[in-house]
């Protein structure tokens, strides 16, 4: 019995020394907080700048710009003005970006509603980080009375090629509004000169849709509104449109005679145009969509031409073969299983998107051929129907 006592103290001794060898130190450093602010840059990094005073004062624009005085240690990749409605703008809001390094600049300020107060700040912007000259003001003329009124709607509905806008004219300025609309760009400041919609006369809310655009691209919107006296202009907004969407069907689908037609580009994946490698139109002028069923020794093939200056969203006819050059875009089909050869009467072309950055071009078409160029053969017409075209084109 003693001897189970003496070995359960044992074990007791041992249990003791053990943990207390083992016991956990207290922790005396600090335990960081997560939500504790970050150390600010050290403001000698960052550059220092002079804004310009501001010039050209208009309803709808001003001039200013800056004095990069040091760069902060590291070079200036960026400057330009901010400027904003409300006090202290930053890179956030709206600004110009105009050039790098020290020394002096001019900015173009655009876009701004008549009759309001802006801030502006000349910015500069070097490895460390963004630094801001000192604070300007000024308020934009307003219109003159007898201009309209207008303000431009929220845009909505945006895709990679379109997107929808409008305004209200809430007064007429005491002559009759005689053309409205939208106009927009992708540099500040859009006019009746850059692209534009046409939406009705007279006072009141009305739509507009906005096509032909270009996917990941910032663009400028503004509702006007024109009277005897001049044109105003409302409030700009701003959008990014996304990034065009790819297709992995067939590049060209149709139906010929009623027989269903699919096909891909012959002499590359089903996404790319051909080089123009029958040369028929200039190369640089025009671009070539190839379609040939059952690809490089497949038959029936069509092809379109589009000519580049006219690549936006619109629907084009077309007329007769010529052998020359067409003035816009033009269409043809190839049938090697006959003696004769197919000419191209008449159709159309619609251009539904165009992606400039991405170099798609979606589309559809229907023409008529004939060979009655050649009376001595017999005459075999085709009519294509419901034909589709999504192509990435090559420059």
Known sequence: MNKLKNISTLILLFTTVFFSACSIEPFEGTIPDPNAPVDPVDPALLPTLITTNYSN?????????????????????????????????????????????????????????????????????????????????????????????????AISSITSSAASSGGNVTSDGGSPVT????????????????SKTVDGTGTGTFTSAIAGLAGSTVYYVRAYATNANGTAYGNQVQFTTPAGSVSTGPAMTAKINGVSFQANNPFGTNLYSSTNIWDYYPI?????????????????????????????????????ETFSTPPSHFIDLIDNSNTVSEHTVQGTITITEINTTTKMVKGTFSFTTTDDLFPTVSVVNYTVTDGTFNYKYMD
């Open 57 to 153: 004062l208009t309803g709808a624009s001003a001039t200013s710009g800056g004095t990069v005085t040091t760069d902060g240690g590291s070079a200036i990749v960026a400057r330009g003005v901010v400027w904003n409605t409300s006090e202290n703008p930053t890179i956030a809001n709206s600004k110009t970006t105009d050039g790098s390094g020290t020394g002096n600049f001019t900015s173009s300020i655009t876009g701004l509603t008549a009759g309001t107060t802006y801030y502006v700040r000349a910015y500069a912007t070097n490895s460390s980080g963004t630094g801001y000259g000192t604070q300007i003001t000024f308020t934009t003329t307003a219109n003159p009375a007898n201009f309209p009124v207008v303000t431009t709607t």
């Open 284 to 320: 640089a002028d025009y671009v070539m969509l190839q379609g040939r069923q059952g690809g490089v020794l497949g038959n029936p093939e069509i092809n379109l031409w589009l000519k580049r200056s006219d690549m936006v969203v619109g629907t084009y006819v077309i007329g007769k």
């Open 179 to 194: 053309a409205r609309g939208v106009v927009w760009s992708t540099t500040s400041g859009p006019t009746t000169a850059n």
